[in-house]
């Protein structure tokens, strides 16, 4: 096996040094531009990362990861990492996500045995989790048709959404008008914007001009 590291604080690259090195060869990066330009080259098939760290580089470093094919990501993450962000992280199929602290937290001998066990038994927050269940309802941007389905995960500000639908295609940058979302018990109008469309779609959602007007 080979192990990616994305990191740059000592303490942590340290941490994850220990978690690592029973499962074979780990390389470590600082600069996660650097670890883009040498992907190929690395090719791992475990990539520890720092969303911390670069909270404006590990998504698209997860892309190229997904590319690889086979390389299990983790994010490590602060209390900056919202449900905006977790959905974003669910979206590009990264599914465990545990806090830098917790890592730090721990003591490298005690790493050292566990392993990379003993770094995913650290509290873990599943992607794909958004502060509650939820419906969302609306018309197709271009067709006009009806779109129903289920929301996968919900943020302040995004959503990511599995339509019943599967034939009305997407484009990024649709505009949804006056969309239905509904939480448990409560119902309300969003417009949304199309941020990403695969077997999902990722809507970046804000509340509708009308909506609770009298």
Not at 164 to 193: P, Q
């Amino acid at each position: 096996m080979r192990a990616l590291v994305v990191a740059e604080k000592a303490a942590l690259v340290s941490c994850l040094q220990g978690a690592l090195k029973s499962r074979g060869e780990v390389i470590v990066y600082g600069n996660p531009l650097k670890a883009m330009d040498n992907i190929d080259e690395i090719n791992p098939s475990l990539a520890v990362v720092s969303a911390a760290e670069f909270p404006c580089h590990w998504k698209v470093l997860a892309q190229f990861l997904r590319a690889l094919g086979g390389c299990e990501v983790i994010l490590l993450t602060d209390s900056k990492f919202d449900n905006d962000e977790r959905a974003k992280a669910g979206v590009l199929g990264i599914k465990k996500m545990i806090p830098e602290e917790a890592v730090l937290s721990r003591k490298i001998s005690v790493l050292e045995k566990t392993g990379i066990d003993g770094i995913l038994s650290l509290e873990e927050a599943p992607a794909g989790k958004g502060e509650a269940e939820a419906e969302f309802l609306f018309r197709h941007p271009q067709g006009g048709f009806l779109v129903t389905g289920a929301v996968e995960s919900l943020g302040e500000n995004s959503l990511v959404f599995r339509p019943d639908l599967r034939g009305g295609a997407f484009k990024m940058g649709d505009v949804i008008r006056a969309g239905a979302l509904k939480r448990g018990d409560s119902l309300s109008l969003v417009d949304g914007e199309v941020l990403s469309w695969g077997e999902t779609l990722e809507v970046g959602i804000q509340k509708h001009p009308k909506a609770g007007a009298p």
